[in-house]
């Protein structure tokens, strides 16, 4: 009888081990970064946990009205913040892009954060359950980052170009304009 569940058991467990590899083990070491809120390490693809960033090619509009690249801004600073660090990334989820979703830190300093309290990402309270509410709440009343004028959010822009529209119109005004 075991001999005949054995294979039927397989059958059902193995997929399951097989789908969720890399999400299996914290994952550590120096990272490359893609934009403010997706890094990469050992090739795999990672993605902030709770938070969101403006698109590389977004624009924001600063103090002064005029626009400015936050999206650039974001990358960039992430990019100088991580540069020569290892980082410690264990796996929260995964998302539906096949990227995983990991709460990482350079050292103490949880990344996540560290984007939200300077204004370079909004916080994702569906899923960060209110963890970073304090720090987007102080990043806003000083006007740091994104803050310090008006922007599209993220997901509004994204949804914007994938409707055919330009980093421009997407990034200026509409729905989402705060």
């Known amino acids: 009888m075991l001999r005949r569940l054995l294979p039927r058991l397989a059958c059902l ?8 590899p890399a999400a299996a083990a914290e994952l550590v070491g120096r990272v490359s970064i893609v934009d403010g809120d997706t890094l990469v390490i050992h090739g795999e693809r990672i993605r902030l946990w709770g938070i969101d960033a403006p ?11 005029k626009p ?13 913040f991580t540069r020569g660090k290892v980082l410690r990334c264990p796996p929260v989820d995964g998302d539906r892009y096949g990227r995983i979703v990991a709460r990482c830190a350079a050292g103490a300093t949880d990344l996540g954060q560290f ?3 300077r204004g ?26 994104i803050w310090s004028g008006r922007f599209t959010e993220p ?21 989402g304009w705060r």
Not at 55 to 65: I, M, N, P, T, V
């Open 13 to 20: 467990v193995l997929p399951l081990l097989l789908s969720f």
């Open 55 to 65: 698109e590389s090619a977004q624009l924001c509009r600063g103090r002064d009205r």
């Open 68 to 80: 400015y690249r936050c999206g650039a801004l974001a990358a960039n600073t992430l990019d100088a």
């Open 115 to 117: 984007m939200v309290a």
């Open 120 to 145: 370079l990402a909004v916080e994702e309270p569906q899923y960060s359950r209110g963890v970073y509410t304090a720090d987007q709440r102080a990043a806003r009343r000083a006007g740091r980052g």
């Open 155 to 175: 997901p509004l822009y994204r949804s914007c170009m994938h409707s055919g529209g330009t980093t421009a119109v997407c990034s200026d005004g509409g729905i």
